[in-house]
């Protein structure tokens, strides 16, 4: 873009947010323009942060009236390029960190309405205070926001026993592209008045509207927790321990992660402080919790179900956390799986979901297949079991050249998702389709579904101005 249009532009949002909301300095806009993968690194003319509802309002007719590309950011940790502008300079970065007042929290109805730029991990402490519990639980929650949380459907460690974000949106107020508002911050359990808009926007990384606000279900905090790291022999016993435990606690089973030795390898490599909680090595591990609404000794039912499941050969080897210093441990355990990928060298990443009684199988398949692909690569395959979400992510062969490796990542997923294709399941199961997995989309999604998205797309945001590039 030419200087004085730019300039006039630039004026023009000034008006809109104010000048001081307008930011173009390179060193702080350089934060928002990459994501923490290091894939995409774009550029903006500028970041705009509007701090109210009428204000994206404003922003959004204005961009749609000049044309004007915008693309949302929440916290930047999206895993697949959507909250990363294109490479022009002339998209801007809506963000939304101004948007950050908990609105109300109403425990009866067990309701929370919270502004789309509050972080998950404060939007759990507004519900903790409240004697509350909101559920979804990411490891980046202390940066990762509501607005992005929905926009991504965000799954994380919490879905087994209550859902991703979808299922713990009651309902949105949402900025469209020409500027109209849908005031639907509804608290009500129900409400069968026609389509439900609010599904549109969920999950839709900010193609349709930009989220301002939204409410969400709030539950009782469960007064009592058990944590256990187990280790087992293969992920089919997984499944048989997961099947184990909801016999004993039914819907208490909060938590159910699955992780293979050589992750457990890396971290105990790569992160400072970090400790195998069993004293032999395992072929795979399961981090499983437990919760309940009476408080007493939940560590005895974890006991007994964790001494019925080493009886039947499923669990070999177990610890019960005794203290919450040693649960927070086993649980940096599993977070810090992502991160200590990174100096291994390439990672080749996948995240699929198949049905949870499949994942064993789809776990031994794939891996077979990248084995037979590239024969010293190394699998590391984790991830949300209970929900039958695997991150089958490929760590580069040990000395291997990275960017020869990192070439291949087509192939590779080639070979992963063919394997996802035959059980029936999904190339992102929860991190969405940003940049990363465009391409992928147009090539496995039901051509029938494509053509539907099409035209929502098309009917919400004739112009194109909302995220550009972006899933479609
Ligand atoms: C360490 C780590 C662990 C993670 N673990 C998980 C996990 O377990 N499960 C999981 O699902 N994800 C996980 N993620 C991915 C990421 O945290 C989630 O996708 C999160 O929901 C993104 O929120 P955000 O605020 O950072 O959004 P951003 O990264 O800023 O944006 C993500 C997308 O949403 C759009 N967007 C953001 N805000 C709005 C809005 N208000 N209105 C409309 N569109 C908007 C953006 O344009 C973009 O397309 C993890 C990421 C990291 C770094």
Not at 445 to 451: M, V, Y
Request: hydrophobic letters at 45%; aromatic letters at 4%; one cysteine or more.
């Amino acid at each position: 873009m030419k200087d004085a249009a730019a300039k006039k532009r630039l004026a023009e949002l000034a008006e809109i947010v104010g000048p001081a909301h307008v930011v173009t300095d390179p060193q702080v806009l350089e934060g928002h323009l990459v994501e923490r993968r290091g894939l995409y690194h774009g550029r903006a003319l500028a970041m705009v942060r509007p701090g109210a509802t009428e204000e994206i309002a404003r922003l959004l007719h204005y961009c749609n009236e000049t044309r004007l590309a915008v693309v949302p950011q929440g916290g930047n940790t999206g895993l697949v390029g959507g909250q990363i502008p294109d490479q022009s300079g002339a998209e801007i970065i809506l963000s939304l960190q101004r948007m950050n007042t908990v609105r109300e929290v109403d425990p009866l109805s067990n309701v929370m309405v919270v502004e789309a730029g509050v972080t998950l991990a404060a939007a759990q402490e507004a519900a903790e205070r409240a004697d509350r519990l909101f559920p979804l639980s990411l490891a980046s929650e202390g940066t990762c926001t509501i607005g992005g949380n929905l926009s991504t459907n965000a799954g994380g460690v919490g879905v087994v026993a209550y859902g991703n974000a979808r299922d713990l949106a009651l309902g949105l107020e949402v900025v469209l592209a020409n500027g109209a508002v849908i005031s639907g911050l509804s608290k009500l359990r129900k409400d069968n008045t026609g389509y439900d808009l609010k599904d549109l926007f969920i999950g839709a990384e900010g193609t349709l509207g930009v989220i301002s606000a939204a409410s969400l279900k709030l539950f009782p905090r469960p007064r009592a927790m058990a944590t256990a790291f187990a280790g087992i022999p293969d992920p089919a016993a997984a499944l048989k321990l997961l099947a184990l435990a909801r016999d004993f606690v039914g819907h208490g089973v909060s938590s159910f992660e699955l992780l293979p030795r050589i992750g457990l390898d890396f971290v105990l490599r790569h992160a400072p402080g970090s400790r195998d909680p069993l004293s032999s090595p395992h072929p795979w591990y399961v981090l499983i919790e437990l919760s309940a609404q009476q408080s007493g000794r939940l560590e005895d039912t974890l006991a007994e179900l964790l001494a019925a499941a080493m009886e039947q050969g499923i669990v070999a080897d177990a610890a019960i956390a005794a203290t919450l210093d040693q649960r927070n441990a086993f649980w940096r355990l599993r977070e810090d799986m992502s991160d200590a990928q990174r100096p291994e060298g390439g990672s080749i990443k996948h995240d699929v979901s198949v049905p949870v009684s499949a994942t064993a199988a789809f776990i031994a398949e794939a891996s077979a297949a990248v084995q037979n692909f590239m024969p010293d690569a190394r699998v590391v395959a984790f991830g949300h079991l209970g929900d039958g979400n695997i991150h089958f992510n490929v760590s580069q062969p040990v000395d291997a050249d990275k960017a020869a490796f990192l070439d291949r990542w087509r192939e590779m997923n080639a070979v992963v998702h063919a394997v996802v294709k035959r059980y029936g399941g999904s190339i992102s199961a929860e991190h969405g389709i940003g940049q990363l997995k465009r391409a992928l989309l147009a090539e496995t999604k039901d051509p029938a579904a494509l053509d539907v998205m099409r035209l929502i797309k098309a009917a919400l945001d004739p112009n194109g101005v909302l995220n550009p590039g972006k899933v479609l």
